[in-house]
Structures are given as structure tokens and as C-alpha cells.
């Protein structure tokens, strides 16, 4: 999902990076790893947000 959303972002506001990547043959490692760095970023994420606004899983339990 990260992956095609940062895709996205490349073809459309930074082509020239899109397109050496593509002919380079490294867009495919990249936009995998990029996927795969968020993918272990939003559990991180979501730990501090949840630190920063108070929430304990006694509240998280009773909603």
C-alpha cells in the first residue's frame, strides 16, 4: 500500500527520480523498501500518539 502511494508521488511530482529508478531496474527494490519501512513505522507511530494523548489500554478496553 505504501509502496503505490510513494509510486504515485513519484510520477507525479518527481518524474526524474521515477524515471531513473525505472531505468536504472531499481524501482521495484526501492518502492519495497519503502513499504516495508512504513510497515514497521506504524506500530512505532501509533505507540507515541497514543503515549502523547494519554491513552492506556484501560481506556482502549472499555470502549
Partial sequence: ????RH??????YR???YFNLLT???LN????DIDKQAKEMVPQLTEQMAERE???EQIKSTN
Avoid: A, H, N, P
Fill in 54 to 56: 494519554g491513552v492506556t
Fill in 15 to 17: 518524474r526524474i527520480t
Fill in 7 to 12: 509510486l504515485r508521488y513519484l510520477k507525479e
Fill in 29 to 32: 527494490i526501492y518502492l519495497s
Fill in 1 to 4: 500500500m505504501w509502496g503505490q
Fill in 24 to 26: 536504472d531496474g531499481r
